[in-house]
């Protein structure tokens, strides 16, 4: 394969993210692009060149796509990725891959057996410093984890309106929970706390929670808490810290602080996650070999279904606090 040609299907800002990504590695052709909204769409095929299709069984069955990117967001997939497999064109489905798990499931299962190259949109995987954390932890005991997702609400309407987005534990605070799972194995049980405290005052139509606690076990036997809030604009926090017997290991953006008997260090790496995710995915399609890629979709399914499961707890709306 010469060049692999690429479509993408949703065009805002992550997927032009992509596209400019995409273009600093070779052998790879932006052809084709579908958005919804067609001034969009025409935007970036004035930017970056490639045909506009009028739908997206258009694009599919243009022959012009060898993979496509799908950066819809969630509440927006319908059964596109089917489509994708039954065609046998590879796939990178960017984060969440929906708000229904049984569907997720479903759709992971067709992509498993039609075999195409399949990513998801689980980026931090890829970052050196995550990657010498699995190493340091592989084989130790995890005893306790610790996590946070802290920043501001998002401008797009659609994100503060749970069954659009589930909210941001589903929509953005899933890069912590993947990378607990990555690095500290599966959940267990999970015990849920939510409030709208001051969203509504900012968007008076939002139906998700702002502030949230999750308490929870893994498969291991270790608890842990996850904390995240949306309405917290002048500071951020993305951490996930992890103890066991003798050690602290902690990733907080492209940082990683290890504590042990041997040795008190903090690196950070210079990683652009996006190009080695987007570089790795190319690879596979090129060579057929799925294991290059980090974050499968089956990967996100289970990621999914531990934000889900995050989010159960019916949460209390304060019109007061909201006021």
């Known amino acids: 394969m010469d060049k692999v040609r690429i479509g993408f299907i949703g065009v805002g800002g992550m997927a032009e993210h992509h596209i400019k990504t995409l273009r600093k590695l070779d052998g790879v052709e932006l052809t084709a692009v579908y958005d919804i909204n067609a001034e969009r769409a025409a935007q970036i095929r004035d930017a970056y060149g ?31 990725e089917e ?7 590879h796939l990178l489905a960017e984060k969440p891959v929906g708000l229904d798990l049984e569907t997720a499931r479903r759709i992971g299962g067709m992509i498993a057996a039609s075999g195409i190259i399949n990513s998801s949109g689980y980026c931090l995987r890829y970052l050196e410093t995550v990657q010498k954390a699995k190493q340091y932890l592989a084989g130790k005991q995890v005893n306790m984890v610790l996590s946070y997702r802290i920043g501001g609400l998002p401008p797009a309407k659609w994100w503060a309106q749970l069954d659009k987005s589930g909210g941001q534990i589903v929509e953005q605070a899933t890069h912590q929970v993947d990378l607990i799972r990555y690095l500290a194995g599966e959940f267990d049980q999970v015990q849920s706390f939510y409030a ?3 969203i509504r005052g900012i968007d008076p139509q939002a139906t ?10 893994m498969r291991s036997g270790a608890v842990g808490s996850f904390a995240n809030t949306s309405v917290s604009p002048h500071f951020g926090r993305g951490d996930v810290e992890i103890f066991g017997p003798g050690y602290y290991l902690a990733i907080k953006g492209h940082t990683l602080t290890i504590h042990d008997a041997d040795q008190k260090t903090t690196e950070k790496c210079e990683t652009d996650f996006y190009l080695e995710q987007d570089r790795a995915f190319i690879e596979a399609i090129r060579t057929g070999r799925q294991e290059l890629v980090l974050g499968s979709f089956a990967e996100a399914v289970e990621t999914l279904g531990a934000t889900l499961a995050f989010g159960e707890t019916k949460f209390v709306a304060d019109p007061v606090a909201a006021g």
């Open 50 to 80: 490639p045909e506009v299709f009028a739908g997206e069984r258009e694009l599919l069955d243009s022959g012009k796509v060898d993979a496509v990117f799908l950066c819809t967001p969630p509440f927006a997939r319908g059964n596109i």
């Open 83 to 89: 489509q994708i497999a039954a065609r046998g064109i």
């Open 196 to 198: 709208q405290r001051s």
């Open 208 to 217: 998700i929670p702002d502030v949230g606690v999750v308490s929870f076990t």
